[in-house]
């Protein structure tokens, strides 16, 4: 595969952190619920009558070239099959009783009985549950909430089958604070709520799509994944914050405000960034007025919740289930969970040059998941109803020569296809370089005028702020010369009347009192005279300020004209950019595919040859190919938790609890029947008898689970990759070794007593019944004839230790290669 | 269990003499104390042996919990408002001094270098230890892998049985730690103290050993049966992992320091930390990749001096004794050997006598494998109150400590499929560290 190093010359002048500039940090939090139903958003699709899993086998036919290789692989034995639903769709080996059953069963459709027997059964939510836990969640600390609580919340919904959009809508919008949606909230509360986590998450569990190294700059390897996708998604989730109350219970609060802006540490331009899903528009808020912002503002101990969540908007875009790259997810994660290789691998690493190996097959289960409602079970029964799914895992016969022939002409011209796309992809990686070039010129060329038009702002602002008290006290001079004049006026009437009294009658009195107001007319006279002057002088810098608000407006207009013309450039750049990405990346796939090609058919060239010839090496690395290009199936290791249910399962320890749990549940709930009749009786002594609430299968599974959870978290801590790290990677170490051969865990499970394995097989002497349940129960299939000899050479070389040698055999077949993978 | 310890036979005294030959001025004492104590032993080849202690690179790392006073210690300020009641001694590489307070290692100093210009930025205990240990932030999303499991993955010996990472410190039990982040636990350390050696390595009693190789047989002839139809990667991972877990179990007195000489103990001192640099010693010399020795406690807000030199006093002598074997038996060319704590401690002193959280400017000790002895990298100023010239970080170090083991730390691990860089790719190697 070709691999472009783009932006590596500088990579090693990266600064300190990333120059991520949040402008504020807002707090609040969405008291609105969704309107999201599943059937709220989804287009209809136009459904084929021909059932889906028979769709998906002819269009993976059509990718091998109808290949009459491939079409002679057949499919596994009923036993091989059963074990795989089991352990898919149940999370466990079955028991050598389930396997007897469907061995003996005639019905021709009974491997599709059989999987909507287990789609239905009360093991598949507590599996599913699991399966969806360690997807979501991948195995961190539950700090905030707790893991039967969230699980619960998994179960439920798994039991009622409910849409893979709804599933997500409620996780991401669940904020913690309300009591009833508490336990969904576990996705952003058990992340702490950390901006950058969430959206290396989100990107990555929801669209499939790794931006972590787009978080300081664009890709530097994967020409699709831009730094601004990137924070786009973060735009979603950086307004919240985690809100802890009085009881020290935390939830999340979100801002109103606050506005994302980035900078690439490898070409120093700046961008800003709205909420955006990959691949979408970006999302359009409404403007309030400042006090309309929040439904409860910020404060002190306040858990703050603006009127428009930006983090709600993800919830509702995700709900609306439009978006190609979260249905292609959830389906190649699916279809990883049931094939043990998602078509694109890894599973969070869909990008152009990264396409599904049939990509036909991912469009296909796609749309149909759409148009199903995001229906899980379906999707999952009709992966299980694919030859694909039930391939053999091994490379069987040999192909006829004249399929060699024909793929070595088919070989050859893909080969000129691909010196073709290969010519296309370098010039249009050229455009993309220049549209890249143009871009970062023109956000470089728009912040100086971004910068200033800020400025302008700033200093209208201010000039229009300074002369609003200088208007004000002018106007209140104004307003005091009036009164003042009034009062002169009234005075001056006064003498005037003083006067006319005064000739009328010469009284000292009425003289003394003129001359009080005289005195007053001529107070007032010169108080006048003072606020007049006061008033010009203010009239002046009322008349200067207003000067200067207009020479700033019109600085500010200059300015955001300027902006505007280079903003214009920079928005017609980027959408340059996104059409010559988007033709970038089509060329990108095309090449990938066809690579893609050549490896499938150089694969099957491989197995054509004399395999008596071929070395085992090569035989390995051909079958792992195959494999890889879903022609034959992989060896898939079972997750720590299959494991521990198989193990459990194959010893007897899951069927003792399947036998001992209705007993002790029926018990329990006579006992708090006849409390409730006791305490009922005390108030009125013939009340009747309460009736204890009759045992539900989902009980039974909901408290076998809880009895072998703790057995099962031994495995998980012992197997799993580590908390918080993709959980799809396999590892054998040496303590997991050590654990199973010398810890206590499973030799009490292989304990002679109880019905468990070891005392059934005790209990057989003939020594091929007593290996045929060995091998039912531990390996789901009958032994073959070496098996049985091997086994009853080992109990005739062990003479009377019989039970500790059944101990050892078992002990061997639970700790083989066989076991340990799904086959 | 019988042990085949090698280091009786005349084969492997041989072997050693001519071993040790080169070494000029080794201790006679110490030769022949560490060849009865049987230091290499559980190796059947003494020339298998030899070559494993020259090619085989490895890790010694003493982690100084609670954060090392600088002024204590490597960067002493004495006759200044903040240098403390503490003289500045001279050491084995000539115009160096470090605090009176490392008489032993004052010694050796001419096997280590001296980085005294760190600034993590970073006060915090547990996101300070992330930094040093990890070479990032422990606030970067995502979560990296500890040095150790850097360079066990780096320089992993496939068919070696034992673990690449050990952690020994008080309390360890034996268990696998969770440090390992996506690098798996494979590469997770082992904790291990209080002579416990790591989890189920015993044979349960009641099971002999003709019964586990019988019940092993049988399980090899059943996985045969299968990998005869497919063989991946995977496959034989899962396989291999039980003969290497077999292997392990023979091979279990290497975790058992009291197989240690009494001499040896007493040298070492009779203490926690004594043993455990024995413990070290032993761990090394039998090819585990990475091994960290944690001493606590250094955070010393109260009575800093006093505790000092109580703390140090008990880290000296044991540290130089193992500086000094590890350079008797040719391995310090092999070995990086890194003093660190999760940062140093504040120039000013407390009303308590105490000195505080200080990630600001100080230093850690760092020699062997790959790196030049007896140099000084940045300096603090007059009071030790900021870094004056050459300031680095984690990354820096974490950068450094790869370089010197000849792991390019630019490069990445393929993880499943994705791309992982080996240290943060924001660092920088320290050049003139590198020998």
């Not at chain 1, 990686?429 to 956000?443: H, Q």
């Not at chain 2, 009176?100 to 210009?117: D, I």
């Amino acid at each position: 595969m070709i691999r472009f190093q783009r932006n590596a010359h500088v990579a090693s002048h990266m600064p300190f952190g990333c120059a991520t500039i949040c402008d504020a940090f807002c707090f609040s939090l969405c008291l609105f619920a969704l309107a999201c139903g599943p059937n709220a958003a989804i287009g209809a699709e136009a459904t084929n009558s021909t059932p889906l899993h028979v769709r998906i086998d002819r269009t993976l036919a059509q990718s091998f070239n109808e290949s009459s290789q491939t079409n002679n692989i057949g499919v596994v034995d009923d036993a091989t099959f059963l074990r795989r639903v089991w352990l898919d769709l149940a999370g466990s080996i079955p028991s050598a009783k389930q396997l007897r059953a469907f061995l003996a069963e005639k019905d021709a459709n009974k491997r599709a009985k059989k999987v909507d027997e287990l789609l239905a059964s009360d093991r598949f939510a507590q599996h599913m549950a699991n399966v969806f836990d360690v997807m979501l969640m991948e195995r961190r600390a539950d700090k905030h909430v707790k893991r039967n609580a969230w699980r619960a919340y998994l179960v439920d919904g798994f039991a009622k089958n409910k849409p893979y959009n709804v599933i997500v809508s409620e996780v991401l919008s669940a904020d913690g604070a309300d009591i009833a949606s508490r336990s969904q909230a576990a996705f952003y509360l058990n992340r702490e709520g950390e901006h950058h986590q969430l959206t290396r998450d989100v990107g990555r569990i929801f669209f499939g799509r790794d931006l972590q190294c787009a978080q300081c700059h664009d890709h530097p390897d994967i020409d699709d994944m831009r730094q601004s996708e990137y924070f786009n998604l973060f735009a979603f989730v950086h307004r919240t914050a985690l809100f802890t109350d009085k009881k020290k219970v935390v939830s999340l609060s979100e801002k109103a405000e606050g506005e994302v802006k980035f900078t690439s540490v490898f070409t120093k331009a700046s961008f800003e960034a709205k909420p955006a899903i990959p691949g979408g528009k970006a999302i359009t808020e409404p403007s309030l007025e400042a006090a309309k912002l929040y439904k409860v503002k910020p404060a002190k101990g306040v858990r703050s919740v603006p009127t428009f969540s930006r983090r709600q908007q993800l919830a509702i875009e995700l709900a609306k289930g439009t978006n190609l790259a979260f249905r292609k997810n959830i389906v190649n994660r699916l279809w990883a969970h049931m094939m043990g290789r998602g078509l694109v691998h890894p599973v969070d690493m869909m990008h152009a040059a990264n396409p599904a190996s049939h990509p036909k097959v991912l469009t296909l289960m796609s749309k149909e998941f759409a148009a199903n409602e995001f229906n899980i079970k379906k999707l999952l029964r009709e992966m299980a109803l694919t030859k694909a799914y039930q391939r053999p895992f091994e490379l069987s016969a040999p192909a006829a020569p004249a399929d060699a022939t024909l793929l070595r002409e088919q070989l050859k011209d893909v080969k000129v296809k691909l010196g073709t796309l290969k010519k296309q992809v370098f010039a249009s990686f050229d455009r993309l370089d220049d549209a890249d070039a143009k871009l970062v010129d023109a956000a470089k060329a728009a912040a100086a005028p971004r910068d200033a038009m800020g400025q302008r702002q700033k200093s209208l602002a201010a000039a229009q702020n300074a002369a609003v008290p200088i208007e004000k006290t002018h106007q209140t001079t104004v307003k005091q010369i009036e009164e003042k004049a009034r009062l002169k006026a009234s005075v001056d009437a006064a003498i005037g009347e003083i006067q006319l009294a005064a000739a009328k009658a010469d009284d000292p009195t009425v003289m003394a009192a003129k001359a009080l107001f005289d005195s007053k007319a001529a107070e007032i006279s010169t108080e006048l005279k003072t606020l007049q002057a006061v008033r010009s002088k203010q009239a002046a810098a009322v008349l200067a300020i207003n000067a200067k608000v207009a020479s700033e407006k019109s600085k500010f207009d200059a300015a955001q004209k300027s902006f505007n013309a280079t903003n214009n450039m920079l928005r017609h750049s980027q959408s340059e950019m996104d059409s010559t990405l988007a033709s970038h990346q089509a060329h990108t796939t095309a090449l990938a595919i066809a690579e893609r090609e050549v490896d499938r058919i150089e694969a099957l060239l491989a197995m054509a040859r004399d395999t008596n010839d071929a070395s085992p090496l090569l035989a390995d690395a051909a079958a792992d190919a195959l494999s890889d290009h879903t022609i034959i199936r992989n060896l898939k290791p079972l997750t720590p938790e299959q494991l521990a249910w198989s193990m459990m399962q194959a010893t007897g320890v899951v069927d003792a609890y399947r036998r001992s749990l209705p007993i002790e549940l029926k018990k329990q709930a006579e006992s708090s029947a006849a409390k409730a009749t006791a305490a009922a009786r005390k108030k009125d002594k013939d009340a009747p008898a309460v009736v204890p609430i009759p045992v539900t299968p989902a009980q039974i599974d909901q408290a076998l689970n809880a009895k072998l959870a703790g057995s099962v978290k031994v495995f998980a801590d012992l197997f799993s990759a580590a908390a918080g790290q993709p959980q799809d990677t396999f590892f054998a170490t040496v303590d997991q070794a050590l654990f199973f051969s010398n810890s206590s865990t499973l030799k009490s499970w292989l304990a002679p007593s109880g019905g468990y394995l070891i005392d059934r097989l005790n209990k057989e002497k003939d020594v091929a019944k007593m290996t045929n349940e060995l091998y039912q129960s531990v390996l789901t299939r009958e032994p073959t004839q070496e098996e049985i000899k091997d086994v009853a050479d080992y109990m005739a070389s062990r003479g009377k230790d019989r039970v500790v040698a059944l101990q050892e055999i078992a002990w061997a077949l639970l700790t083989s290669v066989e076991f340990r993978f799904c086959r | 269990m019988e042990c085949g310890y090698a280091c009786k036979s005349p084969d492997h005294t041989i072997a050693r003499r001519g071993f040790l030959g080169h070494i000029a001025g080794g201790v006679g004492a110490t030769v022949a104390s560490s060849l009865v104590g049987g230091g290499i032993s559980a190796f059947a080849e003494p020339a298998v042996t030899a070559q494993l202690t020259k090619q085989h690179k490895r890790v010694l790392v003493v982690f100084l919990a609670g954060g090392v006073s600088q002024l204590e210690s490597w960067d002493p300020k004495p006759g200044t408002d903040t240098g403390g009641p503490f003289r500045a001694i001279p050491t084995s590489v000539k115009g160096m001094h470090i605090s009176e307070l490392l008489p032993h290692t004052a010694k050796q100093m001419h096997h280590l270098s001296l980085v005294r210009s760190i600034n993590t930025r970073e006060n915090n205990h547990a996101q300070g230890r992330y930094c040093m240990e990890r070479g990032r932030r422990q606030n970067d999303p995502g979560d990296y892998p500890h040095l150790g499991g850097v360079v066990a993955k780096s320089l992993d010996q496939k068919e070696n049985p034992l673990p690449g990472h050990i952690q020994i410190t008080p309390g360890g039990k034996g268990s696998r730690r969770n440090d390992a982040a996506y690098l798996g636990p494979k590469f997770a350390s082992i904790s291990l103290g209080d002579g416990k050696p790591p989890s189920y390595s015993k044979r349960p009693d009641d099971l002999s050993a003709a019964r586990d190789q019988q019940r092993n047989d049988f399980r090899r002839r059943a996985n045969e049966r299968l990998l005869q139809r497919r063989r991946t990667a995977f496959t034989d991972l899962y396989a291999q992992s039980y003969e290497q877990a077999r292997e392990m179990m023979k091979r279990r007195d290497v975790f058992d320091v009291s197989k240690e000489s009494d001499k040896d103990v007493k040298r070492y001192g009779e203490h926690d930390f004594g043993r455990h640099c024995l413990l070290a010693r032993r761990l090394l010399e039998n090819g585990i990749t990475c091994v960290q020795v944690s001493h606590t406690n250094y955070d010393t807000h109260h009575e800093n001096f006093n505790f000092h030199i109580e703390q140090l006093e008990e880290f000296d002598r044991p540290f130089a004794t193992l500086l000094d074997d590890l350079h008797q038996r040719g391995m310090m060319e092999s070995t990086l050997v890194v003093v660190m704590s999760e940062f140093g401690r504040t120039p000013r002193i407390n009303d308590r006598y105490g000195r505080d959280h200080w990630g600001t400017a100080w230093s850690i000790a760092l020699g062997g494998c790959g790196i030049q002895s007896g140099g000084i990298v940045g300096k603090t100023n007059k009071n030790g109150t900021a870094v004056a010239d050459r300031e680095v970080d984690h990354r820096h170090l974490f950068h450094t400590y790869l370089s010197a083991l000849g792991v390019d730390p630019t490069s990445n691990f393929d993880i499943g499929g994705r791309k992982m860089p080996l240290a943060d790719p924001s660092g920088l190697r320290i050049k003139e560290l590198l020998a």
